[in-house]
């Protein structure tokens, strides 16, 4: 690697981490549920394990523990608290990511100006700045992934490659779900196009390309059949298809089906032969490119988000504006990738990222979540979106000023992207993801003189759960938050199938975000709670016990309805 490459890349990695740490100069902690990752992190770092019996929202995390167990081991080595470790630790390895991404196109593309655009793109790029800004285990499993598919590109040349990609898809398998699955996808991806765009050979490489997706197959199911049982019987199910088992089974026979296809694809000579791109067809491409891309922002404000209820306002676009000029460069540049050995690969990620993300919208928007495809569809892209803007500029033979001109305009895109990749919560249905100082101290109260079940949204829930110790209801009830019953001011409070159990609250908590959004279900918009219900509350039966101004808590006194 050449010096000059060397230091754009420290560069793009220092901002990159510079981006990721953002959120934390105007919030304590980042994160919905980072209140939850804190009681696992802390617990383990207390207790030297991971208690699997757990009452919190995620009730699958204690089951991923690959997370924690990076955590924990800083904290204890290192002697670091457990507070900034967790703040730090993960979104740094998140921004990093941008390493393997450098590595990943300069492997396939084979010049490092196309990689380091890539590197520099998916280090500003929204969907994967504000995922990975999180101390969270999709962070640190979007890492994984993509060293997985670095060293999986490597094994088709060098069968020592096999023992550290298995040591990492290891740690991928216990560490984030999502991310192990966008990688299988994109693995079968890739054997699959290859195999059917020129007849298959069956060399060595590819056999060894192919005995680690079965080991890598094999081993996500037994883990998320065989040990993480929550994982298996509440999540898997939430899909729009009966019975739930159908579309898991899909996967082995479509795989078996494509093998099919495969082995018959060697009866037909037919090679897929590109022509070299002109000018005008990578210029038209950008054109289309940008229009396809403007339709789906279209459609996040007219329709609502692909697998979610909740619809952008046009304002928020204007945050996506330097990134939405840079994606369609990746149009620019797709073609050019069929004259590189390995491009087929990123070719391939991107069809099955794309088939993936469609089958969510269509079949399960609550377990494959279509708009996080998003994250890794940005890795070919990237790619594509390095190539096509070079390629354009030596294409239309821009040189001296002209081309410097171009090249200092792309770096300013660049520099807005990372600035807008964090938006304010408008541009996510009014979610406010930050705790703020004022927030804890409602939760130590609450850790020292409550207990039972507190009512309370997502955010409060976590924050509550997490440095208080008491247990919360998530999203298990809303009719407190979000209507008022006339002569039922307990109306939601009883009975709350909260993750803890059925029980009755105890408390209510209710803060000056949760006033401007009701933050429950991570597919819906956060609500405003209406004046009346907000009043409801300085009424009998509740007795505020604590106000600290952002928040306050409401001890519920049971059977006084009227004064007490």
């Given at each position: 690697?050449?010096?000059s490459?060397?230091?754009?890349?420290?560069?793009?990695?220092?901002g990159?981490?510079?981006?990721?740490?953002?959120?934390?100069?105007?919030?304590?902690?980042?994160?919905?549920?980072?209140?939850?990752?804190?009681?696992?992190?802390?617990?383990?770092?207390?207790?030297?394990?991971?208690?699997?019996?757990?009452?919190?929202?995620?009730?699958?995390?204690?089951?991923?523990?690959?997370?924690?167990?990076?955590?924990?081991?800083?904290?204890d080595?290192?002697?670091v608290?457990?507070?900034?470790?967790?703040?730090?630790?993960v979104?740094?390895?998140?921004?990093?990511?941008?390493?393997?991404?450098?590595?990943?196109?300069?492997?396939?593309?084979?010049?490092?100006?196309?990689?380091?655009?890539?590197?520099?793109?998916?280090?500003?790029?929204n969907p994967?700045?504000?995922?990975?800004?999180?101390?969270?285990?999709?962070?640190?499993?979007?890492?994984?992934?993509?060293?997985?598919?670095?060293?999986?590109?490597?094994?088709r040349?060098?069968?020592?490659?096999?023992i550290?990609?298995?040591?990492?898809?290891?740690?991928?398998?216990?560490t984030?779900?999502?991310?192990?699955?966008?990688?299988?996808?994109?693995?079968v991806?890739?054997?699959?196009?290859?195999?059917?765009?020129?007849?298959?050979?069956?060399?060595?490489?590819?056999?060894?390309?192919i005995?680690?997706?079965?080991?890598?197959?094999?081993?996500?199911?037994?883990?998320?059949?065989?040990?993480?049982?929550?994982?298996?019987?509440?999540?898997?199910?939430?899909?729009?298809?009966?019975?739930?088992?159908?579309?898991?089974?899909?996967?082995?026979?479509?795989?078996?089906?494509?093998?099919g296809?495969?082995?018959?694809?060697?009866r037909?000579?037919?090679?897929?032969?590109p022509?070299?791109?002109?000018?005008?067809?990578?210029?038209?491409?950008?054109?289309?490119?940008?229009?396809?891309?403007s339709?789906?922002?279209?459609?996040t404000?007219?329709v609502a988000?692909?697998?979610?209820?909740?619809?952008?306002?046009?304002?928020?676009?204007?945050?996506?504006v330097?990134?939405?000029a840079?994606?369609?460069f990746s149009?620019?540049?797709?073609?050019?990738l069929?004259?590189?050995r390995?491009g087929?690969?990123?070719?391939?990620?991107?069809?099955?990222?794309?088939?993936?993300?469609?089958?969510?919208?269509?079949?399960?928007?609550?377990?494959?979540?279509?708009?996080?495809?998003?994250?890794?569809?940005?890795?070919p892209?990237?790619?594509?979106?390095?190539?096509?803007?070079?390629?354009?500029?030596?294409?239309?033979?821009?040189?001296?000023?002209?081309?410097?001109?171009?090249?200092?305009?792309?770096g300013?895109?660049?520099?807005?992207?990372?600035?807008?990749?964090?938006?304010?919560?408008?541009?996510?249905?009014?979610?406010?993801?930050?705790?703020?100082?004022?927030?804890?101290?409602?939760?130590?109260?609450?850790?020292?003189?409550?207990?039972g079940?507190?009512?309370?949204?997502?955010?409060?829930s976590?924050?509550v759960f997490g440095?208080?110790?008491?247990?919360?209801?998530?999203?298990?009830?809303?009719?407190?938050?979000?209507?008022?019953?006339?002569?039922?001011?307990?109306?939601g409070?009883?009975?709350?199938?909260?993750?803890?159990?059925?029980?009755?609250?105890?408390?209510?908590?209710?803060?000056?975000?949760?006033?401007?959004?009701?933050?429950?279900?991570?597919?819906?918009?956060?609500?405003?709670?209406?004046?009346?219900?907000?009043?409801?509350?300085?009424?009998?039966?509740?007795?505020?016990?604590?106000?600290?101004?952002?928040?306050?808590?409401?001890w519920?006194?049971?059977?006084?309805?009227t004064?007490?």
């Amino acid at each position: 690697m050449r010096k000059s490459t060397a230091l754009g890349l420290a560069a793009i990695a220092l901002g990159s981490i510079s981006v990721r740490l953002s959120p934390l100069w105007s919030f304590v902690y980042w994160g919905s549920d980072t209140g939850e990752y804190f009681s696992i992190f802390r617990t383990l770092v207390r207790t030297g394990h991971v208690s699997t019996p757990y009452y919190g929202w995620g009730i699958t995390y204690p089951y991923f523990p690959g997370m924690f167990f990076v955590q924990a081991g800083l904290a204890d080595l290192g002697g670091v608290d457990v507070s900034t470790v967790l703040n730090l630790l993960v979104p740094i390895l998140g921004a990093l990511a941008v390493g393997p991404m450098f590595l990943l196109a300069a492997r396939i593309v084979t010049e490092d100006r196309f990689a380091l655009f890539a590197a520099a793109l998916l280090a500003g790029a929204n969907p994967h700045v504000y995922t990975t800004s999180h101390a969270a285990p999709a962070t640190l499993g979007d890492l994984l992934a993509l060293t997985c598919l670095l060293l999986f590109l490597r094994l088709r040349a060098d069968r020592r490659a096999i023992i550290p990609l298995l040591l990492v898809s290891g740690s991928l398998v216990v560490t984030h779900h999502l991310s192990l699955y966008f990688l299988l996808v994109m693995i079968v991806g890739a054997i699959v196009v290859r195999g059917l765009a020129r007849p298959w050979q069956g060399g060595a490489g590819t056999r060894r390309e192919i005995a680690f997706a079965f080991v890598l197959a094999v081993g996500t199911f037994a883990f998320w059949f065989g040990y993480a049982t929550p994982f298996r019987d509440t999540i898997l199910p939430s899909v729009n298809i009966q019975p739930w088992w159908a579309l898991i089974l899909a996967f082995p026979v479509g795989v078996a089906i494509l093998a099919g296809i495969i082995f018959a694809r060697r009866r037909i000579p037919w090679r897929y032969r590109p022509r070299y791109p002109n000018l005008r067809r990578p210029a038209a491409a950008y054109v289309v490119g940008l229009a396809a891309i403007s339709v789906v922002g279209l459609v996040t404000v007219l329709v609502a988000v692909p697998g979610t209820t909740f619809q952008e306002s046009p304002s928020t676009l204007l945050f996506f504006v330097p990134l939405v000029a840079l994606l369609p460069f990746s149009a620019s540049g797709r073609k050019f990738l069929d004259f590189f050995r390995d491009g087929a690969d990123a070719s391939a990620w991107l069809i099955a990222l794309l088939l993936s993300a469609a089958l969510g919208i269509v079949a399960a928007p609550q377990v494959l979540i279509p708009y996080r495809h998003m994250e890794y569809v940005l890795v070919p892209l990237a790619i594509f979106a390095g190539v096509g803007f070079f390629r354009l500029l030596d294409l239309a033979g821009l040189r001296g000023r002209s081309r410097s001109a171009a090249l200092a305009v792309c770096g300013l895109l660049l520099v807005g992207t990372a600035i807008t990749s964090i938006p304010p919560p408008s541009a996510f249905a009014g979610w406010h993801e930050g705790t703020v100082p004022q927030a804890l101290d409602p939760a130590y109260w609450a850790r020292e003189y409550a207990s039972g079940l507190v009512a309370t949204d997502h955010h409060g829930s976590s924050t509550v759960f997490g440095y208080g110790g008491i247990n919360a209801t998530w999203d298990r009830t809303r009719a407190p938050f979000l209507a008022n019953m006339p002569g039922d001011p307990l109306n939601g409070l009883a009975s709350i199938d909260s993750p803890s159990g059925v029980k009755n609250a105890t408390y209510v908590w209710i803060d000056r975000d949760m006033k401007a959004g009701v933050r429950l279900g991570p597919f819906e918009p956060a609500v405003p709670m209406p004046p009346d219900v907000v009043a409801k509350f300085d009424g009998s039966p509740f007795v505020k016990v604590f106000d600290n101004g952002y928040a306050q808590l409401y001890w519920i006194a049971w059977g006084c309805t009227t004064a007490c």
